[in-house]
C-alpha cells in the first residue's frame, strides 16, 4: 500500500512509539516491520534534509603524524559549560568518500539539524570524511556471510574522540554513540568492537558484521536496522549477528520486509527514532 509523505510520516511515528516501549519492556528483541517507501518519497524525504542549512556544523581536521580526516563538528543549540552533552558519531556511506569535507553530511548527519531534534536531543555531533573506505568486506567461510573489518584510518577516530572530549568537557563519557548507515555502519561495528568501553550504544544500518569481539559487546546497547531486500550487504549478515548476540537483553533488530540497500534509511529520517532510542542509552 502507498502512503502519502504526511500519513506514511505519522505511521513511522506510531510505529517507533510502539517498538520503543515494547523494547524497554522485554528482552533481546526482533522486530518485522512491513514499510514501504517509494522512490517519490524518498526523494522528498532526502530534498527536506538537503534543504537545512549546514553552516552550524564545524569544519575541522585532525593531524596525526603523516595521516589526517576531515571531519564537522555540531555543537549542542544550548552549549551550557556546566551541562553533560552526549557525543554521536556519524559514518558516512561509501558514495561519500572524499577530501572535501562536505560530502559525508548525508542523511543521517543531517537529522541532527532538523530544529525540533536539535531542540529536543542536545549533543555535539562528529561527521569524519575518510578519503578511502574505512571498513573492507571478506567472506566468512564458517559462518557463510561477509565480515567486515577496518581500515587503518578507523583507527584515528579514536584518537579524534579523545581531542574533542579534551577540548569539550561538557561532553558525557558515558553518552558516547555510534551511528552509521551501510560501508558506515560497518565501520560503527569495527569501532565497538575496538574499543567497547569507550561507547555505550550503536545505530548499525545495513551494515556488514563484524564478529571480531563478540564477547565484548555481548550487552552492549545495539539497534540492529536490515531490509530484507538488500542485496548489497546482504540481509543474512545481520541475522548472524543477531544469533551470535543471543541473551544480549539490550540487542534490538529491526527488519523491514519491503525495503532495499538504497531506501532503508528513509523510514528514519524524518522521525525522533534514532535521537530517542540513543538517548534512552549510558553506560
Not at 513511522?12 to 526482533?30: E, G, N
Not at 541532527?112 to 566468512?140: C, G, M
Not at 568492537?193 to 569481539?213: L, R, Y
Request: aromatic share 10%.
Amino acid at each position: 500500500m502507498y502512503f502519502a509523505p504526511a500519513m506514511q510520516r505519522n505511521s513511522f511515528i506510531l510505529a517507533s512509539l510502539l517498538w520503543l516501549v515494547a523494547f524497554t519492556a522485554t528482552a533481546q528483541k526482533q522486530v518485522f516491520n512491513d514499510a514501504f517507501t517509494d522512490s517519490l518519497t524518498s526523494a522528498q524525504t532526502r530534498k527536506e534534509l538537503n534543504n537545512l542549512s549546514a553552516n552550524d556544523y564545524l569544519k575541522q581536521t585532525l593531524s596525526k603524524g603523516n595521516q589526517s580526516i576531515n571531519y564537522r563538528l555540531l555543537l549542542p543549540a544550548k552549549n551550557r559549560n556546566r551541562k553533560k552533552y552526549p557525543l554521536v558519531i556519524t559514518f558516512h556511506n561509501s558514495t561519500r568518500i572524499g577530501t572535501d569535507n562536505e560530502k559525508q553530511l548525508e542523511p543521517l548527519a543531517r537529522i541532527w539539524l532538523r530544529p525540533d531534534i536539535r531542540r529536543r536531543y542536545q549533543a555535539f555531533v562528529i561527521a569524519p570524511q575518510f578519503q578511502t573506505r574505512s571498513s573492507n568486506y571478506y567472506p566468512d567461510s564458517v559462518r557463510n556471510c561477509l565480515i567486515s573489518k577496518p581500515s587503518y584510518d578507523v583507527h584515528l577516530l579514536l584518537d579524534l574522540i579523545r581531542e574533542v572530549k579534551n577540548k569539550y568537557p561538557q561532553i558525557d563519557p558515558n553518552r558516547i554513540y555510534l551511528v552509521g548507515y551501510s560501508m558506515g555502519a560497518s565501520t560503527a561495528q569495527n569501532l565497538m568492537n575496538m574499543a567497547p568501553e569507550t561507547f555505550a550504544a550503536m545505530v548499525s544500518i545495513a551494515a556488514v558484521p563484524d564478529f571480531v569481539n563478540i564477547n565484548a559487546i555481548s550487552q552492549k546497547p545495539i539497534w540492529l536496522i536490515h531490509g530484507r531486500q538488500d542485496y548489497d550487504n546482504p540481509y543474512e549478515g545481520s541475522e548472524h549477528l543477531y544469533r551470535a548476540l543471543k541473551g544480549n537483553r539490550n540487542l534490538l533488530f529491526t527488519t523491514y520486509n519491503k525495503l532495499d540497500h538504497n531506501l532503508i534509511t528513509i523510514p528514519l529520517l524524518l522521525t525522533p527514532q534514532i535521537p530517542a532510542w540513543l538517548f534512552s542509552q549510558h553506560q
